[in-house]
């Protein structure tokens, strides 16, 4: 009992990864309708940045990681904010085509710029044994600690997301030119300005996700596809348009690949794209869309 | 002097030319009502004024300066608020959030939340409900309140009465005089021929893209408009 109880909390803990990486997703596709295919990618890209930084800063371990992610947020924001108002804005239209290729070429852009950078060798972050650490519960479970920060920040930002979306000018911005982007033009709003500040805000989830995915585990710079697939099933299974779903969609699909996992280790992630296909089937609107 | 004039403009839907050399002109504090048959260009006209289709730079004069070819953003900095056919609220805000993007263009006036609450009372009770729950009437009243929430000088409604019953058409038309009271000029495109005479002063009738007749409303006979909106 024990040991499938363990079983599912892992997951949780997993879940909360796969849900950091795919609410930058859900902001970008929420509020453009723009399948960014290089996400993945930006996210390994997030993670070199940190590795770099933390052995560029030659800080303590236990805080190197942390100082790096500070200074990643806003390089992050600028990043994504330029990304879109000098790139994507110009693949924008009734067309999704060339958003597709234009994603698509720079996520090969990404990728091949870190392999020639960093060459093909999986680096990992180091954060001073907190990968490793872990927190003994009651009944013989254990939970790490990274785990569970991780879970943490993604439930923060998910609650953080949700607020800026319902509460303030700027979400209220971001569901209008989601809704009628002529009509918000004739409001005044520049949504071109509006644009390139959800891609800022999706960037400071993806820079969250890369450099809490390079503490956890090792990262190479071919890893990006793989991180992108998990992103899309976790935002189509928790339901477009609302960051809640997404989080329950990343917890989700950690629970399926831990249940997997338990299995056969060979098992976990084929058994995530079986649920993921059998939501697509039997609810493709997601577990939590958009309410009204 | 006009608020608003347009010198010979022209409009494009990619080849397709909509508008042939349009002369038109609205005084301040005044009400101009343009109307035509489906597809004669009055929309056209409309969305070509708020720089949502393209314009020649001087073809469009607004209080004493050009402002054909800016995008629409900053033409309702300037003054000119929409109310575009088929009110176009957005279906995932609420009514009074709806109302609050009006605001986005930060002009400072007379016009507020209350303000707009005071003129529609009914917008009041269903301020927290999303604008897709509302009924045609109150819809046009929220996109109507929406528009003025920018404190524009020209007010520009494109077919207020489209889809609505004619009670809530007359309580709808009815307030345009008391938002006008205020100074504002309006440029109101209708269907509906007695009612664009009789809310306007001047009035222009369009057919495939040109003028075909225009005048003081209270001048203009019903048999020229007929000519005119036909062409026969």
């Known amino acids: 009992m024990a040991d499938y109880l363990n079983t599912i909390v892992q997951g949780i803990l997993l879940g909360g990864l796969y849900a950091l990486f795919a609410m930058g997703q859900s ?82 852009v990404v990728q091949n710029l870190l392999q020639e950078v960093y060459t093909a060798d999986p680096r990992s972050i180091e954060s001073d044994g907190l990968n490793t650490a872990s927190v003994a519960l009651d009944g013989g479970l254990a939970v790490g600690t990274l785990p569970v920060i991780i879970l943490s920040i993604a439930v923060a930002m998910a609650i953080a997301m949700q607020w800026l979306f319902d509460h303030t000018p700027l979400g209220r911005a971001f569901r209008a ?5 002529d009509a918000a ?40 596809p793989a991180l992108l697939l998990f992103s899309f099933e976790a935002v189509i299974i928790g339901g477009m348009g609302s960051f809640y779903g997404t989080l ?41 869309p958009k309410t009204r | 002097m006009a608020l608003l004039s347009t010198f010979g403009l022209e409009s494009f839907y990619g080849d397709f030319q909509a508008l042939f050399g349009i002369d038109f002109e609205v005084e301040s504090g005044e009400i101009a009502a343009i109307i035509g048959a489906n597809g004669a260009g009055k929309s056209t006209f409309l969305k070509t004024v708020c720089g949502l289709l393209k314009a020649g730079p001087d073809k469009i004069v607004f209080d004493g300066q050009a402002i054909g070819g800016i995008a629409p953003g900053r033409i309702v900095q ?74 524009p000088r020209l007010l520009i409604c494109d077919e207020l009465s489209l889809g609505l019953g004619p009670m809530i058409i007359k309580e709808i038309y009815a307030a345009l005089p008391r938002i006008c009271s205020e100074g504002m000029t309006a440029i109101v495109v209708e269907q509906d021929v007695s009612m664009a005479k009789q809310i306007s002063s001047r009035l222009y009738c369009l057919q495939e893209g040109r003028v075909t007749l225009s005048g003081p409303s209270n001048q203009l006979t019903m048999e020229q408009i007929s000519l005119a909106y036909f062409g026969v």
């Open chain 2, 78 to 151: 300037r003054g000119i608020a929409m109310v575009p056919e088929g009110r176009r609220l957005f279906a995932s805000l609420s009514v009074e959030e709806n109302l609050l993007m009006g605001a986005c263009a930060k002009r400072s006036g007379a016009w507020d939340l209350d303000a707009i609450y005071a003129l529609f009372p009914m917008l009041k009770d269903r301020s927290g409900s999303p604008a897709t729950a509302l009924s045609g009437g109150e819809q046009q009243m929220t996109a109507i309140g929406r528009a003025l929430m920018s404190n």
């Open chain 1, 248 to 288: 329950a969609g990343g917890i989700v699909l950690g629970v399926t690949q831990a249940i997997g996992f338990r299995f056969d280790p060979g098992w976990g992630i084929w058994v995530g794209h079986m649920v993921f296909l059998a939501i697509l089937l039997v609810r493709p609107q997601g577990l939590l």
């Open chain 1, 177 to 181: 030119v989601s809704d009628d982007r």
């Open chain 1, 27 to 108: 902001l970008i596709f929420g509020v453009m309708r723009l399948t960014n295919t290089a996400h993945g990618d930006f996210i390994i890209l997030a993670a070199f940045g940190a590795y770099s930084l933390v052995v560029l800063l030659g800080l303590p371990q236990a805080v190197a990681p942390w100082v790096a992610l500070g200074i990643l947020l806003p390089v992050g924001f600028a990043t994504g904010y330029g990304l879109q108002r000098f790139v994507l804005n110009g693949t924008l239209g009734r067309d999704p085509l060339p958003s597709l290729v234009v994603t698509f070429g720079v996520a090969i």
């Open chain 1, 185 to 224: 033009e004739l409001m005044g709003l520049n949504y071109r300005h509006v644009y390139a500040l959800a891609t800022g805000f999706a960037f400071l989830l993806i820079v969250c996700a890369g450099t809490l995915y390079g503490m956890k585990t090792t990262v190479a710079p071919a890893d990006g």
